[in-house]
């Protein structure tokens, strides 16, 4: 039986603003929701890269190599570093130019400190067999978290007239990318 402590720490986790959760957003306020839904699978993927891993080697890859934690982190830095700077400066008024692609979303996902939580805290041993049933649960709850902020997205731009509104809302959503880049920055030279 799923313990409801898992449930409400994966969703407090989940629904924290974050990079992934800034991205579903934007691609809900550009895309609307049957975008948001071509971008689920690329977030599914993301987490199941970054967690399956970890979860199988656990806290001995950390132990056994302790410089993979800080190349972890320094590469999610500027990877969410570098999203900022695209969307930033992405406010063409060309669709292309605006579109959230399955790549960025894939490896924002792959790079994003939560994953951690979610592999060495939250889930249980991937020997046990309570493993599947949480992962699943797990994957259920994202779903439905990035459905939740691509529904905000979209809920940005109701009764909107011109672009100006998601203009705003992408650079916004660049500043915050940009300050999760920096704290992240700042956590490292602090350890």
């Not at 997205?153 to 109701?158: E, H």
Request: hydrophobic share 60%; charged share 10%.
């Amino acid at each position: 039986m799923v313990s409801t402590a898992f449930i409400f720490a994966v969703l407090a986790l989940l629904l924290a603003p974050g990079p992934t959760n800034t991205l579903m957003g934007l691609a809900g306020a550009h895309g609307g929701l049957s975008r948001v839904v071509q971008l689920i699978p690329a977030e599914l993927a993301g987490y199941a890269t970054a967690i399956l891993p970890l979860s199988f080697l656990g806290a001995q890859l950390f132990q056994n190599m302790p410089g993979f934690e800080l190349v972890l982190k320094v590469a999610a830095a500027i990877w969410i570093a570098v999203l900022a700077i695209k969307l930033w400066t992405s406010l063409a008024p060309s669709d292309e130019a605006k579109e959230i692609s399955a790549r960025q979303v894939y490896i924002t996902t792959c790079l994003n400190p939560k994953a951690l939580v979610f592999s060495l805290v939250l889930l249980p041993s991937v020997q046990t067999a309570d493993f599947l049933p949480y992962f699943a649960l797990f994957a259920a709850m994202v779903i439905g978290v990035a459905l939740v902020w691509g529904g905000l997205g979209v809920m940005t731009q109701v009764s909107a007239t011109g672009t100006r509104r998601l203009m705003i809302i992408q650079r916004v959503a660049s500043a915050w990318l940009m300050f999760v880049s920096l704290s992240l920055v700042v956590n490292i030279i602090q350890a």
